[in-house]
């Protein structure tokens, strides 16, 4: 395994520069498809990112009979799936394991995060790896892709949307910034609207129509000079960004205040709650792609990311870490999938939990506090609805929990899984910015136990 050079967790300050540049670099017209599409299946996939790398251990493969040394603060607790055991901070969702299941055997080789990233989203491995995690992606990632293969709908609604924000460190590359995706923002805080999806003071529907016509002439003039070849196709954006701001079944589909409050405090007033809850709307109303970036259940969280190293400065202690955080999880990802079941939507929509890789067999100890390492030769992902089989554990780690010890997989076949769901050919070829021909997934099987 490639050793990795993190500086422990990432500093809060980081976070926020990383996030405003996602959200405050994105204009509505740079992130929609304008491709029409009318071949696709009625489906979409809600991701629920945990970047920073969640522990195995300390979430769905427990290692109870491993020494100390590896087994680490909690204790497994059985679920509704005899023999299928997880880790006593989930007990939501442990009453409703039927609903989902666990892949335990994925690995790769990125130890560093944002190479571990790349390589979950896109299904690419960067060609030099980059210990220093500020690498960005040559090649688009699973919602870019969906956004581009299934297109504009004519209603208006996104095919990819993040929530709060895209991962920051996927780009569109050779697919054109119209497939970036959109961030949302908080939706928990208070009067939540896409500030993109609001009209400017003063400038109603029909007075849209008549700027719409000035636009136009600012996009010939931009083409005449060809100042960006990324815009090509622009005056379609332009049309679907349009269809986006004055369709009411987008600004519904984003209006979390219509759900009951009830169920809303069910999912949790957090923003990992309600950024559960808004995904399921746009999964209903025809959204593609759904990612939530889970790094913290709040803006102002200690713990803000999944990156449980020890940190002495700031006292990051991975026992205190999961107790806290674990529950905003148990509590989002668990109404989630329960609401989806119970609307009849779990055919329709598939839902992923996973982060870029796992942690270290051996906790790392120092002055009272506790900690694992980067370790991407195990990792584990939690899967639900879509169709799929649910109520099982695929593959399995060795007793240290370090390595697959049956049916290793990779995120290779966790994308294609995905793909199949989506209805996208994992073969289908693009042209990168050199003229190459690059297929969607180089390789990768969808799960078999899955499907």
Not at 24 to 32: C, D
Request: hydrophobic share 35%.
């Amino acid at each position: 395994m490639i050793e990795n050079i993190c500086q422990g967790p990432f500093r809060r300050r980081e976070f926020l520069r990383l996030g405003s540049l996602a959200l405050g670099g994105m204009a509505l017209p740079e992130s929609i498809a304008a491709r029409a599409s009318t071949q696709s299946p009625d489906t979409s996939v809600i991701l629920f990112w945990m970047w920073g790398g969640p522990s195995q251990y300390e979430t769905w493969d427990p290692k109870p009979n491993a020494p100390d040394t590896i087994r680490g603060p909690f204790r497994p607790i059985p679920t509704k799936v005899p023999g299928m055991d997880i880790c006593e901070v989930f007990p939501l969702q442990a009453r409703i394991a039927d609903k989902f299941s666990l892949v335990r055997s994925l690995h790769h080789k990125m130890s560093a995060h944002n190479d571990g990233s790349i390589e979950v989203l896109t299904g690419k491995t960067p060609p030099v790896p980059d210990l220093t995690s500020t690498n960005f992606s040559d090649h688009p990632d699973f919602g870019m892709i969906a956004s581009r293969e299934r297109g504009f709908r004519a209603d208006g609604m996104p095919q990819y949307v993040g929530i709060p924000k895209v991962p920051f460190m996927v780009r569109p590359t050779y697919l054109g910034v119209s497939h970036s995706g959109f961030p949302t923002g908080d939706p928990s805080l208070p009067g939540f609207r896409p500030g993109a999806l609001t009209l400017d003071a003063g400038l109603n529907a029909s007075r849209l129509d008549d700027r719409r016509g000035l636009m136009r002439q600012f996009d010939a003039l931009r083409k005449s000079y060809s100042l960006a070849s990324g815009y090509a196709g622009d005056d379609p954006l332009r049309d679907v960004a349009h269809h986006m701001l004055t369709n009411p079944n987008v600004a519904r589909a984003f209006d979390i205040s219509r759900e009951d409050p009830r169920l809303r405090d069910r999912y949790g007033r957090h923003l990992w709650g309600q950024a559960c809850l808004l995904a399921r709307r746009l999964a209903e109303s025809g959204s593609s792609v759904i990612t939530i970036d889970a790094l913290a259940p709040t803006l102002s969280d200690r713990y803000f990311s999944w990156d449980d190293h020890i940190n002495p400065m700031t006292r990051w202690d991975m026992a205190d870490a999961m107790k806290y955080r674990a529950p905003f999880m148990d509590q989002a990802i668990t109404a989630l999938i329960e609401d989806v079941y119970a609307r009849g939507l779990d055919k329709k929509v598939m839902i992923v939990a996973a982060g870029e890789f796992g942690r270290t067999p051996k906790v790392v100890r120092h002055d009272g506090l506790i900690g694992r390492d980067h370790w991407p030769d195990a990792m584990s992902a939690l899967v639900s609805g879509g169709g799929l089989k649910m109520g099982q554990v695929i593959g399995s780690t060795d007793r240290q929990g370090a390595y697959p010890a049956d049916r290793p997989l990779t995120p290779k076949d966790l994308l294609a899984t995905i793909y199949r769901h989506l209805g996208i050919d994992p073969a289908t070829t693009f042209h990168d910015t050199t003229g190459r021909p690059v297929p969607i997934l180089n390789h990768g099987e969808p799960i078999r136990e899955l499907v």
